[in-house]
Nanobody, 115 residues
Framework: QVQLVESGGGLVQAGGSLRLSCAPSGSVSGINAMGWYRQAPGKQRDLVATITSGGSTNYADSVNGRFTISRDNAKNTVYLQMNSLKPEDTAVYYC?????????WGQGTQVTVSS
C-alpha cells in the first residue's frame, strides 16, 4: 500500500523558514491535486494549501503571502516553503495526494515555532 512520506519539519524561531517535502513510498499515477493540511493540538485538521496538476494554487488566508506550495510532477513530489513563521503556525503538517479513485495521506511532520 502506498504511503506518503513527509520530511523537513522541526523547531524554528519566529520569523524563520522551513521547507517541507512529501513523496510517495511507491509508484502512483494520475495524481490530480496535492495539498498540505495542519492540525494543532486540540483543533481540527485544516487546509493550508493545494495545487492542481496544472499548477493552480489555493491558500488559507492565514498563510497567504508567507507560504508557497509547489510540485514536481515527474517525481510526484509536493513542497511547502514556509517563510515568516509565527508561533501560531505550530502544528503537525500532513500532505495529501488524490485523484478520482485514490486519496493518500502522509503520517505527518511536526513543525514547532518558538516565540
Amino acid at each position: 500500500q502506498v504511503q506518503l512520506v513527509e520530511s523537513g519539519g522541526g523547531l524554528v524561531q519566529a520569523g524563520g523558514s522551513l521547507r517541507l517535502s512529501c513523496a510517495p513510498s511507491g509508484s502512483v499515477s494520475g495524481i490530480n491535486a496535492m495539498g498540505w493540511y495542519r492540525q494543532a493540538p486540540g483543533k481540527q485538521r485544516d487546509l493550508v494549501a493545494t495545487i492542481t496538476s496544472g499548477g493552480s494554487t489555493n491558500y488559507a488566508d492565514s498563510v497567504n503571502g508567507r507560504f508557497t506550495i509547489s510540485r514536481d510532477n515527474a517525481k510526484n513530489t509536493v513542497y511547502l516553503q514556509m517563510n515568516s513563521l509565527k508561533p501560531e503556525d505550530t502544528a503537525v503538517y500532513y500532505c495529501r495526494m488524490w485523484n478520482w479513485l485514490h486519496n493518500y495521506w502522509g503520517q505527518g511532520t511536526q513543525v514547532t515555532v518558538s516565540s
